[in-house]
């Protein structure tokens, strides 16, 4: 498995997204545009980040 952290940062509103998009965008954590947040480098963390690309940026992987 991956170590470390990777930092998210949501950059689009969440209004015309899915069910299952907003359900992702709970389980990472962010609600509000702007919303930092700093999560471990899983496998699963990444899986829910590829569902949402389009509405997050990766600042910073450890």
Do not use: W, Y
């Amino acid at each position: 498995m991956s170590a470390g952290t990777i930092t998210i940062k949501l950059k689009k509103s969440l209004v015309s997204t899915t069910v299952k998009q907003k359900a992702n965008a709970a389980g990472l954590g962010v609600k509000k545009i702007g919303d930092l947040r700093t999560l471990e480098n899983t496998p699963s963390v990444r899986g829910m980040i590829k569902k949402m690309i389009n509405f997050i940026d990766i600042i910073e992987e450890k």
